[in-house]
């Protein structure tokens, strides 16, 4: 089934734009936020992924960025449990599509309308891991792919589904809170934390493990002040990068002293970081997208100051991508999608 939504704005010529124009603006099927979507390698596609009423059913779409053409390619019918998809992902040549639905991972490959099982958990029964928290995600040349298993396993495939990493993040009195894959597939980073910020008698401690994926070893553990929501890497695998649990962020921690490098503050509270809900790196590492709310942010990686052709424009349609939780950049670094609570996907020449 294909179609052009009719709340999808005109698509425009990506080659022939300004940096910052709007390629393409989409409204994502369902009624449904626009958390889980993907930007082919390439640029030229959108995987969006969707849940129908209450969460009970679920579907994937193809979205055209050049034309706004809309294609359903998997629908997940409504069960007695809630469906929920929590990311989707396109392999290295934009041709099969890995899915998080509740505690399970699948390869989907839209040709032939096969679904292969990667990984499969049930929160409480055979793992620990929240699939809120814990998603599937691969290396910036998308070889290596992270997972999340029953039996409190982290897992790492090759292109070719073979393991190449594992290990388990069973910790005493603490729970695996968040993780994340370094642009290069070298290392991991898992993030654990116990106690409360609101107890003094059981003080919150949070850390973050970084793994070196090849020798099987934990490099260094970095502790941090508030429990991050979001952890990654930065392009050189040298800083981890990560928000706050309270929406805020994002801030770099050196990963060979484990020291804040950088952060982003807030306008006007000094002890807090600035909104940030999202965020991505471009391939060469000159430029970070930040998910602020209702609109994207670029800077320059260095320097951190703003990109004035992404300053948001008084035409803009109210409410923007309002919290915006996904960035994605494409591969060759030109084009900017990032969505948000709103269920718009707004793609800019970058």
């Not at 704005?9 to 390629?23: I, L, M, Y």
């Not at 007695?80 to 399970?104: K, M, P, R, W």
């Not at 909104?275 to 991505?280: D, K, M, S």
Request: hydrophobic share 35%; with cysteine.
């Amino acid at each position: 089934m294909t179609s052009l939504d009719p709340t999808t704005r005109p698509p425009a010529d990506a080659a022939g734009s300004a940096r910052g124009a709007v390629v393409l603006d989409v409204e994502v099927p369902n009624q449904c936020s626009a958390d889980a979507f993907d930007l082919s390698p390439d640029g030229r596609t959108l995987v969006v992924g969707t849940m129908l009423g209450d969460a009970y059913g679920a579907e994937l779409h193809l979205i055209d960025v050049g034309t706004g053409h809309r294609r359903l390619i998997h629908a997940e019918p409504p069960g007695e449990t809630q469906t929920f998809v929590h990311a989707v992902h396109f392999d290295a040549a934009g041709e099969h599509i890995v899915y998080a639905l509740n505690g399970e991972t699948r390869l989907f490959d839209p040709a032939s309308g096969h679904t292969r099982m990667l990984a499969e958990y049930r929160e409480f029964k055979d793992a620990a891991h929240n699939p809120f928290r814990l998603r599937p995600a691969w290396d910036a040349a998308r070889r290596r792919l992270l997972l999340f298993d029953a039996g409190d396993r982290v897992r790492i495939l090759d292109q070719d589904g073979n393991n190449v990493f594992a290990t388990s993040t069973k910790r005493p009195s603490t729970g695996c809170w968040a993780g994340a894959l370094s642009p290069s597939g070298k290392l991991l980073g898992l993030c654990f934390s116990k106690g409360s910020r609101y107890k003094e008698d059981d003080p919150e401690v949070t850390e973050v493990e970084i793994w070196d994926i090849d020798r099987d070893t934990v490099l260094r553990r970095i502790p941090m002040d508030h429990k991050p929501h979001t952890i990654g890497f930065d392009p050189a695998d040298t800083l981890l990068v990560a928000t706050t649990d309270s929406a805020a962020g994002p801030g770099a921690f050196s990963l060979e002293t484990g020291e804040l490098v950088w952060h982003f503050p807030h306008p006007f509270l000094s002890d807090r970081w600035a909104t940030c809900y999202g965020w991505a790196y471009s391939p060469d590492g000159s430029t970070l997208a930040i998910g602020r709310r209702g609109d994207t942010d670029v800077v320059d990686a260095v320097t951190r100051r703003g990109d004035p052709a992404f300053a948001r424009r008084p035409g803009d349609r109210g409410g923007g991508t309002g919290r915006t939780r996904t960035v994605r950049i494409s591969a060759d670094g030109t084009l900017l999608a990032s969505g948000g609570d709103t269920g718009r996907i707004i793609v800019r020449k970058l």
